[in-house]
């Protein structure tokens, strides 16, 4: 119930983790989805330990591909969305459209830039 997320608890994760699975690579976003995992169960009632929290982190350590972005209108999101889908930008077109983005009354996702993009170009 007593958790703190500060460097020496991350460096006891790490270390704990790789003694349940030598050789583990740390897997962006794990730490985040060990926290979102970690704070459901505190709402829920359900008592975990340490050990717990170690095997979670090793087990989103190992899922196979990356996970799934984060429902959320945040700068690395879009630029990743805006990246993938338009091939030939640049990073600086990205950041472009982002800045315009932000001055809209918009949710701040690629697919509402796109939209945008498509009724100004139909005007």
Partial sequence: MVYTNDKKTKDFLEREALRLAPGLKRKSGARYRLNRWREDQVVNGVKITYRDLVREYVR??????????????????????????????TREQAISAWTTLKALDLPKDYQSWKRFQSSKAKQ
């Fill in 60 to 89: 989103l350590s190992q899922t196979a591909g990356p996970f799934a972005q984060v429902p959320h209108g945040r700068y690395i999101n879009f630029i990743s969305d805006f990246m993938a889908a338009e091939k030939s930008s």
